[in-house]
């Protein structure tokens, strides 16, 4: 079994993708009848490394900090999203934003 998560429509959410060994993929749908603040982060590297893998952003909110480093690998022929995704439940404001680029 394989799993993969990535905000694929774009509207916030993480989506998730179920691929199982002989059997068809599958995308469960999730009714949301809320909806809560989030950031995604993209950042661009050089040379061979387009996506920026390895780079960190911290973000503080009056809740505390929360940090990723984006590594594009999770497990053996896995895969994840080019982007950081952050979810922020109810805040509407971030602190302070910190980048250490790869």
Do not use: C
């Amino acid at each position: 079994m394989a799993l993969s998560y990535a905000d694929l429509d774009n509207d916030g959410n993480l989506d998730i993708v179920v691929n199982s060994l002989n059997a068809p993929l599958s995308h469960p749908q999730e009714q949301r009848t809320w909806q809560k603040s989030n950031v995604s982060i993209s950042f661009k590297g050089e040379g061979m490394n387009k996506f920026g893998v390895g780079s960190k952003a911290y973000l503080f909110t009056k809740n505390g900090l929360q940090y990723q480093e984006l590594m594009l690998t999770r497990g053996f022929e896995s895969s994840s999203d080019t982007k950081l995704h952050f979810g922020l439940d109810t805040l509407s404001v971030i602190g302070q934003r910190t980048y250490s680029l790869a």
